[in-house]
Nanobody
Framework: VQLQASGGGLVQPGDSLKLACVFS????????MGWFRQAPGKEREFIAS??????YYGDSMLGRLRISSDNAKSTSYLELNSLKPEDTAIYYC?????????????????WGQGTQVTVSS
């Protein structure tokens, strides 16, 4: 399994971004897709996960993000809205065979390389 994340960049406070994670190597629909982030000097933080039609969101960006997927493209998407400077981090996508959407990083066997999101005026 390989994961390729993209879509990060430098944006201003209040802007939006849509991150993408392309999954390859196994049937996409069999996997739980998750997003995490890690800011400098901080621990990795769960953002959102999705398994089939079931979603699970973390508390830190609740109400400002949406996870979705396109099975035909084997791609998971993470829409980030109303971005704040404290959202600056590397955003990682992950995949796991766990049976439901989950926030536990131990349930994700595969990790992408991350994409940098910087929110600054």
């Amino acid at each position: 399994v390989q994961l390729q994340a993209s879509g990060g960049g430098l944006v201003q406070p209040g802007d939006s971004l849509k991150l993408a994670c392309v999954f390859s190597g196994r049937p996409f629909s069999n996997y739980n897709m998750g997003w995490f982030r890690q800011a400098p000097g901080k621990e990795r933080e769960f953002i959102a996960s999705m398994r089939l039609a079931s979603t699970y969101y973390g508390d830190s960006m609740l109400g400002r993000l949406r996870i979705s997927s396109d099975n035909a493209k084997s791609t998971s998407y993470l829409e980030l809205n109303s971005l704040k400077p404290e959202d600056t981090a590397i955003y990682y996508c992950a995949a796991g065979a766990y049976y439901s959407a989950t926030k536990n990083p131990r349930h994700f066997e595969y990790w992408g390389q991350g994409t940098q999101v910087t929110v600054s005026s």
